[in-house]
């Protein structure tokens, strides 16, 4: 709900629809304004303070449902203090969601597929945010992981394309949606409203200094990654198609400015890159940002923060301000991920007797965090509004029940915290899954494939880039779902493709990229791992192949002694590759056959149910059957001076006890502020 203070005028429009101008005169007036036409007031000015959520992945909560345990760095119920907060420092908010908001959490997954949600209930995430009111909000990528039937569903229905009854009227979001880049393929229309105007109240400061009331128009606009196409293809292809976030706000910006609206703000479920304009490209926030008539823009998707205060920030392309917060001089925000950040942008505006003008020179973009330092360095996190977790409590307790649910059981500490350096202890499980799943079918159903053989990638998902407890790390002991959940975080599904050896080596070259060069005459410390994200770091975890790692080399050229079955790799010889759709349809960075070309199944099951499935057939997990087998090392290198890389904290013996030997602590904390420690590694041994 919207404070006091900001008037809430909600589907205004409807309401003049229906009861016309009388009705707007008297809302208007019930709100504190007047029914004139404002230019009496020419000269006033006011602040709207724009806040975004982003990325929120569905952690109401912050819980870890594969740890079963709080994590206080995040959480949407932390966030909404926050929001709370700002609602109170400024008379005018706009709340907007950007969307990835509805999978991430095991009570995602439990609320779409293991007890799905009756038309009548909305989702726990959507419920949770009600007690918020938001404004509007647009759709990430992961909006269609469940598909477009449940997609049309939680969203209230009327989405009219192939496969889905668009009559259907459910529960809803409880906010509009806005998305101008998805079509349906049945009708040529956008699948969402592209735009939304939103007729709201504004407490401004008059020329004499006194409160005055005025009407305004916010039009707000959303935009997702075309990237849809590739990672959901199996519920997409044929039903909807994409457009270039840049060709659809040429097209609807101008729509939305003869429809009255005073501002218009850009829901954008993507970031920055600084690569030339395609309208397939998944970050066009520089591009998108030079749209007339964009007032402001709301970012989202790559998970990182935006205006960043840190010494050397995560963007600095051309026509990016951090300091201003502005991306070609619109303000604009990134607010993180999971609710770990508010995103406030303070548009500062000027009444000019009609209508609202943006003062671009005067807005300023910031980010308002979960998590701080106090005087003492330590560590201090914003207090849960407790009205959130009351409202999913049921849920949520159903979600735990469901994860507790026991499926096996292990011998060794099952990590990523040192996969980086060549642990396959949480790895090597996830391959031996997709192979033997991908083996089967193929003998079953692919003879003309069964002469080939199947090996798996996978990559360490968590490999720390949300802070020292973002790594698997499964306990000796009993194993539950959640735990297999833990070992493939993501809602991927398994996909085949067939390559050669020489397209084996470039995968590998390209999945190096996780490392800097290291200069072995250095004298200084060097940081080994680089920003390449971990999530792309395939490796395969077979005694049958065979690699090592040059980082004293360029990229493109650190694969050495690859080998296949003790044999030198023929480039020519054919493979099927185990691995997600994700990979095999958006991986041609990679190589060119991971463009979906090379696919050839694309099976219906989820990689982390495939796992489960595996451990459920295979109980007794043993570090000597599923954790010990190495593909890859580090070709040896003497170094001058120390290489390091940062991991979770305590964790030495985790490494010590995959027999990483030439692994040691340097530092207990790394400085980084992000519960990590430094780590050296001798790439001589």
Not at 229 to 234: A, I, S
Not at 263 to 269: F, G, T
Not at 551 to 569: E, H, N
Request: charged share 20%; net charge neutral.
């Amino acid at each position: 709900m919207l404070e006091p203070s900001f008037c809430q005028l909600t589907r205004i429009s409807r309401s003049v629809a229906r009861f016309g101008a009388l009705a707007l005169a008297a809302i208007l007036a019930a709100c504190g304004g007047s029914d004139d036409d404002g230019s009496a007031n020419a000269g006033a000015t006011a602040t709207l303070a724009v806040l975004e959520t982003t990325d929120l992945h569905f952690n109401v909560r912050s819980y870890d449902y594969f740890k079963l345990a709080e994590d206080k760095s995040y959480g949407f119920e932390r966030t909404a203090t926050l929001v709370r907060a700002a609602r109170k420092e400024f008379a005018n908010t706009l709340l907007v969601d950007n969307g990835d908001t509805i999978q991430g959490t095991a009570l995602a997954d439990y609320e779409a597929t293991i007890s799905p949600i009756p038309c009548t209930q909305q989702l726990s995430m959507y419920k949770a945010m009600g007690a918020l009111g938001f404004d509007a909000g647009t759709l990430g990528n992961h909006e269609f992981n469940y598909g477009l039937p449940f997609l049309n569903q939680v969203l209230g229905g009327g989405l009219d394309v192939e496969g889905v009854d668009a009559t259907k009227k459910c529960a809803g979001a409880g906010y509009p949606m806005a998305l101008a880049n998805v079509y349906s393929s049945k009708t040529k229309k956008p699948l969402v409203q592209p735009y939304t105007i939103l007729e709201r109240t504004l407490t401004a400061k008059g020329a004499d200094g006194k409160e005055v009331k005025l009407p305004i128009k916010v039009g707000v606009i959303g935009f997702t990654t075309p990237g849809i196409m590739n990672w959901d293809k199996r519920y997409l292809e044929g039903k909807v198609y994409t457009e270039g976030a840049v060709e659809a706000a040429t097209k609807y910006v101008p729509e939305l400015r003869a429809k009255g609206a005073d501002i218009v703000v850009a829901l954008l479920h993507g970031g920055l890159d600084s690569a030339a304009y395609s309208p397939t490209m998944e970050n066009p926030g520089l591009h998108l940002s030079k749209v007339a008539g964009i007032d402001a823009m709301v970012m989202g998707h790559q998970h990182s923060v935006f205006p960043d205060a840190a010494a050397t920030p995560s963007y600095r392309q051309a026509g990016v301000d951090n300091k201003a917060g502005t991306i070609n001089g619109v303000p604009a925000v990134m607010a993180s991920s999971w609710g770990k950040s508010l995103g406030v942008i303070q548009l500062a505006l000027q009444w000019d007797g009609s209508k609202w003008e943006v003062n671009k020179t005067a807005s300023k973009s910031e980010l308002r965090n979960t998590q701080s330092k106090n005087a003492a360095g330590a560590t201090v996190y914003v207090e849960p509004d407790a009205a959130v977790a009351q409202l999913i409590e049921t849920q949520h307790q159903a979600a735990i029940q469901y994860v507790k649910t026991p499926i096996g059981s292990t011998d060794f500490r099952m990590s990523t915290l040192f996969a980086d350096v060549g642990d396959p202890g949480a790895i090597q499980i996830v391959n031996q899954a997709q192979q033997a799943y991908v083996a089967a079918y193929i003998k079953a159903s692919l003879p003309q494939y069964a002469a080939l053989p199947v090996l798996s990638v996978s990559a360490p998902f968590k490999s720390g880039f949300q802070g020292g407890a973002d790594y698997t790390d499964v306990a000796v002991g009993p194993l539950a779902i959640n735990n297999a959940a833990d070992l493939y975080l993501y809602p991927n599904t398994v996909y085949a493709v067939k390559v050669n050896g020489g397209d084996i080596k470039n995968w590998l070259e390209a999945a190096a990229k996780r490392f800097n060069q290291i200069d072995p005459a250095k004298t200084t410390e060097q940081s080994l791992i680089s920003t390449f994200p971990g999530y792309n770091f395939d490796m395969f975890t077979t005694p049958d192949l065979q690699y090592e790692i040059d980082v004293t080399q360029p990229v493109g050229s650190r694969i050495k002694s690859l080998t296949y079955l003790g044999k030198p790799m023929d480039v020519a010889q054919e493979f099927v590759i185990a691995t997600n759709n994700y990979r095999a349809t958006s991986g041609k960075s990679f190589i060119d056959k991971l463009d979906g070309s090379g696919t050839i199944w694309a099976s219906p099951d989820a990689n982390r149910d495939v796992v489960i499935d595996f451990i459920r057939k295979n109980p007794t997990v043993t570090r000597a059957t599923n954790g010990a087998a190495k593909s890859w090392r580090f070709a040896k290198a003497t170094t001058a001076g120390p290489v390091v890389f940062s991991s979770g904290a305590n964790a030495l013996s985790v490494a010590q006890a995959a027999g990483l030997t030439n692994v040691s602590l340097r530092a207990a904390d790394d400085g980084l502020g992000k519960g990590t420690s430094k780590y050296g590694i001798d790439l001589s041994k």
